[in-house]
């Protein structure tokens, strides 16, 4: 029943992931670094902020009382991640949901992966979960297959956007992606997937803030709240710095009181935006309450997120006009991504 409840969270929160882009969409007349800062900041300090101050007692004095050490590292993990999350947001902007995310999260899942326990092997050797370990057992063996597969999923997805960009027009690129650009997006996201996985290290590092809000009182599902809040502000930090150059840069600052622009409209939609890109933080604390902050849990996380983001990919036409042929690539692609979560996880099951 553990299981099946943290399966039931990572969906939710895989669904608000794979859907967060599309009030952006309904911005207008803003640069995409005024919409997704005013966006961030409900992602990366309000809604943290909300969301620890429900559900966890006195998580100031949490924070407070952890050592500067601990502190540190989840804050500077959590300006590495920024800095995923910053070209992740590019990745949507020049690929689309469905092809970014892919290829964005593909790398996410198994870096992911495979980092915590090759640095249990360099650092902590005490460890059970090392790399070394994972070659001599059946379940690690599972895991290792799941990244691989991951990764040709990845290839494919690749291979169906190369496809798309022979096939179609500039301007049928452009209908539904508007500033579509295969090779700058591919860059983009596989850096932003490396990156980005270090939301799962960054966990890891403030897991004693979570045991602290447990001790304190706070329901089991939510002790990674008061984590969240330290990690948000790494992410606001790399965020902020680069979208108010970017305003500098683009002599964008206008944008926020811009009259001609329907503001009180763009100020909600990036609310919402940002509001739903937390909420899969949210519930991956609930889902990682059950399944633990392990493989299992960040690469259904991940899946989830793609199986969502590929729908709304289709129904927002992305892959409009193009062969059949490519179709079925980029569908092959992203079910051989979901295969690779299926793998991991019945890794993870065995003993």
């Known amino acids: ?127 059970p979960d090392t790399f070394s370990s994972m070659l001599q057992t059946s379940r690690g063996m599972f895991v290792l297959l799941g990244v691989v597969v991951c990764l040709v999923g990845i290839a494919i997805c690749g291979l169906a956007g190369m496809r798309k960009e022979k096939e179609l027009t500039k301007e049928e690129k452009q209908a539904s992606i508007k500033e579509f650009n295969l090779k700058v997006g591919l860059v983009v996201a596989i850096f932003s997937g490396i990156l980005s996985a270090c939301m799962s290290f960054a966990i890891s590092a403030g897991k004693v803030m979570g045991e602290a809000a447990e001790a304190a009182g706070a329901n089991p599902l939510f002790r990674n709240n008061v984590i969240f809040v330290v990690i948000m ?70 899946a989830f997120i793609i199986l969502i983001s590929s729908m709304w990919g289709i129904i927002l036409k992305e892959w409009k006009g193009v062969s059949k042929k490519t179709y079925a690539t980029i569908i092959a692609g992203i079910a051989i991504i979901i295969l690779s979560v299926v793998l991991v996880g019945y890794g993870n099951s065995l003993p």
């Open 233 to 302: 502000l790494g992410g606001l930090t790399t965020n902020f710095i680069w979208c108010m150059f970017l305003n500098a840069k683009n002599k964008s600052f206008g944008d926020y009181a811009n009259r001609s622009t329907p503001l009180k409209g763009n100020y909600i939609f990036s609310a919402l935006a940002g509001t739903t890109w937390f909420l899969q933080f949210f519930f991956y604390g609930m889902g990682e309450s059950k399944l633990g902050n392990g493989a299992s849990s960040w690469i259904l996380h991940m």
């Open 1 to 127: 029943m553990q299981a099946i409840l943290g399966v039931i969270f990572h969906f939710l929160g895989g669904f608000a992931s794979g859907s967060f882009y599309i009030p952006y969409k309904k911005v207008k007349g803003w640069s995409w670094e005024s919409y997704w800062i005013v966006g961030g900041f409900f992602s990366w300090l309000i809604v943290p902020f909300i969301a620890a101050w429900l559900t966890v007692p006195g998580f100031m004095d949490i924070i407070k009382s952890t050592d500067g050490n601990t502190l540190f590292w989840t804050y500077f993990l959590g300006v590495l991640w920024g800095i995923g999350g910053l070209t992740f947001g590019l990745s949507m902007r020049y690929l689309g949901m469905s092809l970014g995310m892919a290829v964005a999260l593909g790398f996410c899942s198994a870096f992911g992966a495979l980092i915590p326990p090759i640095y249990n092997d360099i650092f902590n050797a005490g460890s």
